[in-house]
């Protein structure tokens, strides 16, 4: 089955940018998407297909997708970032939704 | 305005049952595909099933043979029939609305929680 390896923790400080990778089998090939949990709450899709933002979510927050890695990029990382991230694939050989571990993201 | 409420949750005995449901509004509830993602306490998220508009079910290998997922257009609900329940199926069910095209989730219900425990 398909699997998605995501960093446990990312530590990044106030206003610098935080990168959280999400690492498959030529993921590259693959449309990839981020979703936000933050404590208590359910999750929320913040990229979705390679780079797209739904509405409401800050052009700070982009996706990129190449090879075996896919990287979900925040710029000018604010104190309301810090949250649970995970990336997720469909997996058309199984059918199959997969997600990433989960990256805690720590704004210092 | 899309809200996906779900119900159902509780305390059950390893080895029984449990059904729960996701009560859809605010958008065509046909024309979606429909999922049911777990997070088990302190874990991350776990895929478990997914319906499509044409009925086509697909399960997560840990729940395979054991869960059911259905679906009632004409009432917009979403449901799960849980059997054979272990303790590892303790978690939190969110039901999660397809986007469409790229198998995405734009969607989630705040989750019902499921305990196994004796």
């Known amino acids: 089955s398909y699997v998605l390896t995501q960093p446990p923790s990312v530590s990044v400080a106030p206003g610098k940018t935080a990168r959280i990778t999400c690492g498959g089998n030529?993921?590259?090939?693959?449309?990839v998407h981020w979703y936000q949990q933050k404590p208590g709450q359910a999750p929320v899709l913040v990229i979705y297909y390679y780079n797209a933002r739904p509405s409401g979510i800050p052009e700070r927050l982009s996706g990129s997708n190449s090879g075996n890695t896919a990287t979900l990029t925040i710029s000018r990382v604010e104190a309301g970032d810090e949250a649970d991230y995970y990336c997720?694939?469909?997996?058309?050989?199984?059918?199959?939704?997969?997600f990433g571990g989960g990256t805690k993201l720590t704004v210092l | 305005e899309v809200q996906l409420v779900e119900s159902g949750g509780g305390l059950v005995q390893p080895g029984g049952s449990l059904r729960l449901s996701c009560a859809a509004s605010g958008f065509t509830f046909s024309d979606y595909y429909l999922s049911w993602v777990r997070q088990a306490p302190g874990k991350g998220l776990e895929w478990v099933s997914v319906?499509?508009?044409?009925?086509?079910?697909d399960y997560a290998d840990s729940v395979k043979g054991r869960f059911t997922i259905s679906r009632d257009n004409s009432k917009n609900t979403l449901s799960l029939q849980m059997s054979s329940l272990r303790t590892e199926d303790t978690a939190v069910y969110y039901c999660?609305?397809?986007?469409?095209?790229?198998?995405?989730?734009?969607?989630w219900g705040q989750g019902t929680l499921v305990t196994v425990s004796s």
């Open positions: 319906i499509f508009n044409d009925g086509r079910t």
């Open positions: 030529n993921i590259g090939s693959k449309s």
């Open positions: 999660a609305r397809g986007s469409g095209t790229y198998f995405d989730f734009d969607h």
């Open positions: 997720q694939v469909w997996d058309s050989d199984s059918d199959h939704v997969v």
